[in-house]
C-alpha cells in the first residue's frame, strides 16, 4: 500500500472512531429514565413518613412549650403571688401589666424575652383562673380551631410528652 493509500484509510477510520468515543461518554435516555423511576419510587416511599413524623414533631413541640410556660407562670406567681389574669394573659411574662392587678416585684427584665408561636404560627391561649386547673394553657393544635379534640393544654400534655 502506498502512502497516500495508508493515509486515505486512516483518515477514513478515524471519523468512525470518534463516533464511537463518542457514544462511550455519557449516558443513554433510558438510562436516565430508569434512574429517575427508581428515584421516584423511592421518594413515594419515604415522603409520607417524613410528613407524619413532622406531625407528631410539632405535636410534641407545642407540648414543650406549653411546659414552658407553665414553669414561667409558676416563677410569675412565686415573684409576685398571683398569677396573671386571662385579660393580661401571657405577655404578662414579657411586660409588666397595665391591667389590674398590676404586680409588685415585677423584674425588669420580665420572665422571658418574648412570647413562642405554637407550630401551626398561632399564640399560646391563657385562662386564668383555669376551666381544668388553676390555670389553662393551650394551643388550637393543628386544625387551629378553639374546643377541638386535638387541642393541646395543661391538661393533656403528659400524653405526648411520653
Known amino acids: 500500500m502506498s502512502n497516500q493509500t495508508q493515509a486515505f484509510a486512516l483518515s477514513k477510520r478515524k471519523p468512525a472512531m470518534a463516533n464511537n468515543k463518542a457514544k462511550q461518554f455519557g449516558f443513554s435516555l433510558i438510562e436516565i ?36 410556660l407553665e414553669g414561667q407562670l409558676e416563677m410569675y406567681k412565686l415573684r409576685t403571688n398571683r398569677f396573671p389574669t386571662t385579660e393580661q394573659g401571657l405577655e404578662a411574662l414579657v411586660t ?16 422571658i424575652k418574648r412570647l413562642p408561636l405554637d407550630p401551626w404560627g398561632n399564640p399560646y391561649q391563657l ?36
Open 33 to 68: 429514565m430508569v434512574v429517575l423511576f427508581i428515584i421516584g419510587m423511592m421518594a413515594a416511599f419515604v415522603a409520607p413518613q417524613i410528613f407524619e413524623n413532622q406531625g407528631t414533631a410539632q405535636i410534641k413541640k407545642a407540648a414543650v412549650d406549653i411546659q414552658t
Open 96 to 111: 409588666m401589666p397595665t391591667i389590674d392587678p398590676i404586680p409588685r416585684n415585677y423584674p425588669n427584665e420580665g420572665f
Open 127 to 162: 385562662l386564668s383562673p383555669g376551666e381544668i386547673d388553676n390555670i389553662d394553657i393551650y394551643s388550637f393544635g393543628p386544625d387551629m380551631e378553639e374546643g377541638t379534640d386535638d387541642d393541646i393544654g395543661t391538661w393533656n400534655i403528659n400524653e405526648y410528652l411520653q
